[in-house]
């Protein structure tokens, strides 16, 4: 894979919701247009969201530590709180300086709608597993996409995730 840099980790749920958009039109209002959809789709128990919530097997070993769960939907980290469209799920990325905030679940489409107000009002996920770490290593049975930022990449089965430089931007008044 090479060193990428990134704000935004993802694979599962985070990716695949990155590729559905990518394959159709984009903006803003597709973007708006796909998570309005979810939540229907996530009622009515079919369509696209489900395959965006597809469980894939996989080990975490997050600072040297591995987690106990084996099945999730979605394993994704955060250098800042911010996920866009006004969710905020990394509520803990500048908790500690050289840090991330890294955030894995097995949510069920229901199950995610669910922490929607959660994420709206920035108060972190309540049913996932979290942490605050420096290197989190994935290790997955099947190849996976994953996502940086906006973008997504090519299918792989293991991802290290480890936290870069601090950057610090000007901006002239």
Known sequence: MGDRHALLFGIGLFARFLETYAEGRRGLGAALALLGRAPVDALRGKG???????????????????????????VSAGGIPDLGFGLRPYTRAFERRGHFHVIAHALSPLGALAELPRLRMGLGMKDVVQSVAQRVVIETARPMIHALDGDVFEAQTRFEVRAGPLVRFLVPW
């Open 48 to 74: 696209v969201v489900h395959r965006w919530f597809e469980p894939f097997d996989a080990v975490l070993h997050v600072d040297g530590v591995r987690w106990p769960q084996d099945r999730w939907t979605n």
